[in-house]
């Protein structure tokens, strides 16, 4: 009350004071100073809440059923999990209590999912941070931040009752990268120190509260030694891209709520979408119910699921429509990769479109019957052979070739220094870092060459068919694989191949 009473005399003062043309800018600077000092404790909340990055799970618990995929990466997370389960034995037999997971792998294949799980797997209090956060201009906020992780966690428990707090930081590698490196700026350097100290600290078993951190990268490489040494990070996760079962299960749990039609067949969307994350799938379901909600449908068709592999593949279409003239070319480009890519490996193709998406004017989809993780020398040739096959395809077709084929060409190009490292090439096996750019570009031109007198006899056989095929693509701007194979004469292997998956 006398606060008020006190601000009105303040302010009337000053009202007189001005109405008299007395000059009261010293005395409101120095009234100013002395309300800053007055409420200093405040002064202190502020910066503290400047300190706090943090944030606490959101959105429900998730568990380890949760996740598709991922069985070796759970299976290591439980069993390094299970020491929080029972602190009274790793006491009894004098384990030194585990203080740090660090999960590796390609963005979006569920690290965040697996820490949450692990939270509600334990128990555990959850607390979500990102390396980013902790790094500002300014001197020591980083290492402030990292000693408010850590007491945060242990409130965040006290407050729920838990008797553990997962800490999980993401990209881990933005706070915690090789010290020493980030020239003139200390603060990095202080922050990793002030996460070292932390986690040595936690080695307490008296701790009414046991905190594990749980950390994430895509660059595992750029972290400091000193994080990944026994008794901090000691234990390392992989946390891989799906295969084509675990896509199969990520399928299945995001379309869990989804309004399928009969058509659907996920084996079919698994097997076309190699390489996805977990992230791309869910992506991907979510873009096929907007594709059907826009079509005016109650269910999601398979087609809509195919559609929506491109558009995660490629993004969104693009209102750019070229000329009559380019889109031909366009068409006996695609239709030229497309042809070879069915001779070579026969039921590859999924589709061929002409839409342009994201950079690009067209795309064939090639779906491999099985996830591929070595390839030999043969695979690596057929791989060029794909790349070469649109710029043949425009020369045997137009008489000459258009910039369209640059990119085809870094491809090829890409592949054949694979072969040639693996030691597949004439120069058999060969350093990297020792064989010298000449004798690098003249095999890599005698590979390429060889390959594409392959190509070209190849397609000679068959341009009549690539005709044929462009003119529908110009039509439709889009040709099944299938379709593909029934102008080119070719058997048709996907349609057994699925009907058997679904007698199974
Ligand atoms: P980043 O490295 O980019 O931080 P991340 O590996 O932490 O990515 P998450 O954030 O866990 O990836 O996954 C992003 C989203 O992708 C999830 O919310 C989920 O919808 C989906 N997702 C990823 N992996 C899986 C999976 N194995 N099972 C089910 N959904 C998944």
Redesign the pocket.
């Known amino acids: 009350m006398w606060k008020w009473v006190l601000g009105g005399v303040a302010l009337g003062t000053v009202i007189f004071l001005l109405v008299i043309g007395v000059d009261v800018l010293p005395v409101l600077l120095l009234a100013g100073l002395a309300a800053l000092l007055f409420n200093m404790p405040a002064l202190k909340g502020l910066t503290r809440s400047f300190a706090q990055p943090l944030r606490a799970a959101a959105g429900g618990a998730i568990s380890f059923q949760?996740?598709?995929?991922?069985a070796s990466a759970k299976q290591e997370l439980v069993e390094a999990l299970d020491f929080l389960q029972d602190p009274e034995a790793v006491q009894e037999l004098g384990i030194r209590p585990l203080k740090g997971i660090l999960l590796t792998?390609p963005?979006?294949?569920?690290?965040?999912?697996l820490a949450r799980a692990a939270a509600q797997y334990t128990g555990s209090a959850f607390l979500a941070a990102a390396g980013s956060e902790f790094i500002e201009m300014y001197a020591g906020v980083g290492a402030q931040r990292v000693r408010d992780l850590f007491s945060r966690a242990r409130q965040l428990a006290r407050e729920q009752s838990r008797q553990a707090a997962i800490i999980f930081i993401?990209e881990i590698e933005v706070l915690g990268g090789k010290r020493g490196q980030n020239q003139g700026h200390l603060e990095y350097d202080q922050t990793i120190n002030q996460l070292l100290v932390e986690m040595d600290g936690l080695r307490s078993q008296k701790d009414d509260v046991q905190v594990l951190v749980m950390a994430?990268t895509?660059r595992a490489d750029l972290l400091d030694d000193a994080l990944t040494r026994p008794g901090r990070f000691d234990r390392i996760v992989r946390?891989e891209l799906?295969d084509r079962a675990a896509r199969r299960e990520?399928l299945e749990?995001?379309t869990r709520q989804k309004p399928l039609a009969e058509d659907v067949d996920l084996d079919r969307v698994a097997r076309e979408t190699f390489g996805f994350?977990?992230?791309h799938?869910?992506s991907l379901t979510n873009e096929a119910a907007i594709i059907a909600m826009r079509r005016g449908l109650r269910k999601i068709q398979q087609e809509h699921f195919i559609e929506a592999v491109d558009k995660v593949m490629l993004g969104e279409k693009l209102d750019r429509r070229p000329s009559r003239e380019e889109l031909e070319r366009v068409a006996l480009h695609e239709s030229g990769h497309a042809l070879v890519a069915e001779a070579l490996r026969p039921g590859s193709v999924a589709s061929i479109t002409i839409t342009s998406r994201g950079g690009a004017l067209g795309y064939v989809r090639q779906a491999p019957q099985d996830d591929r993780y070595l390839h030999t020398l043969q695979e690596i040739e057929d791989d060029i052979a794909v790349a070469l096959a649109g710029m043949v395809s425009e020369e045997l077709t137009l008489g000459g070739r258009s910039t369209g084929a640059l990119q085809d060409f870094e491809q090829a190009f890409e592949r054949g220094r694979l072969l040639i490292f693996s030691g597949m090439s004439p120069l058999g096996v060969v350093s990297e870092e020792t064989l010298p750019e000449s004798e690098l570009h003249l095999a890599l031109t005698q590979v390429v060459h060889e390959v594409e007198t392959k190509v070209r006899a190849l397609l000679q056989a068959h341009v009549d068919d690539l005709r044929v095929a462009a003119a529908r693509l110009c039509e439709s701007e889009r040709l099944g694989g299938a379709e593909l194979r029934r102008i080119c004469g070719l058997p048709d292997l996907e349609e057994p191949l699925s009907k058997e998956m679904a007698a199974t």
């Open positions: 949760d996740i598709g995929g991922q792998g963005p979006g294949t569920g690290k965040t999912l993401d994430a895509n946390v799906p990520i749990l995001h994350s977990g992230a799938l869910e």
